[in-house]
């Protein structure tokens, strides 16, 4: 794959010239929740054709942002994981979560899809660690056939693919209910009135989740008011 650059001795530009290809991102985001398979990369980058998604992984071992592992058992697949330089990126990938939720989501299109397991690194994005000092307990999500579980420690967050033993709070819905809730259209608690949404376990625990995430209050990109000049 050519590589493209800005030709700027600066940073942002440099940065730029590593990660600012299209997908290029998308497969960091995708690989900042844990190792993935090529099926698993795929199945949540719908669009992203086998050649080019071949490409684009290449590119990332290529830039050492990426490696190839061996998953241990009883998986024993080949599979990408991030290097300490990819992973570092996290901060980055959150901070464009914050500011696309609040200036650039608004409703679903037509043609978009939806992926729960988007989650794992949006409940990150949300985090607020000040209401969760002093918090330990674990939360899982069953979202359709997606499983990923949180687990807070004292104002700090940790989010998995995959289920865990002993949740303290599981909360289980489908896919259309789980993405208004993320949306902000709905509540966990309305769903969960209505029978979209099931809590198992620990109401504590089912209380204190209704303050930890705090999605940023969706603004509509608008131009300044011109200035008036003065009579």
């Known amino acids: 794959m050519e590589q493209r650059s800005y030709n700027q001795y600066c940073a942002t530009a440099r940065t730029l010239d590593v990660v600012g290809e299209r997908w290029t991102l998308l497969l960091i985001r995708e690989l900042l929740t844990g190792p993935k398979r090529f099926s698993d990369l795929q199945r949540s980058l719908r669009g992203l054709g086998t050649g080019l998604l071949s490409a684009r992984l290449k590119y990332l071992e290529q830039q050492r942002l990426a490696q190839k592992i061996t998953l241990p058992p009883p998986a024993r697949a080949p599979a990408y994981e991030l290097t300490e330089a990819g992973a570092e990126l996290a901060p980055a990938v959150l901070s464009l979560a914050r500011w ?13 899809v939806f992926h729960p397991g988007w989650a794992v690194l949006g409940l990150r994005a949300c985090f607020d660690s000040d209401a969760a000092s002093g918090l330990r307990v674990v939360y899982q999500f069953c979202v359709g056939d997606e499983v990923f579980h949180a687990r807070i420690d004292d104002g ?17 819905t489908d896919d259309h209910t789980f993405r208004e809730i993320a949306a902000g259209r709905t509540t966990l608690a309305a769903a969960v009135q209505n029978a979209t949404a099931v809590a198992t376990g620990d109401r504590a625990a089912l209380r204190a989740l209704r303050t930890l995430f705090r999605l940023p209050t969706p603004v509509q990109r608008v131009a300044a008011a011109p200035n008036t000049p003065a009579s």
Not at 158 to 172: M, S
């Open 100 to 112: 696309g939720m609040k200036w650039a989501m608004a409703d679903p299109r037509d043609d978009e």
């Open 156 to 172: 700090t967050i940790d989010t998995v693919h995959g289920p865990v033993r002993h949740p303290d709070l599981t909360i289980t």
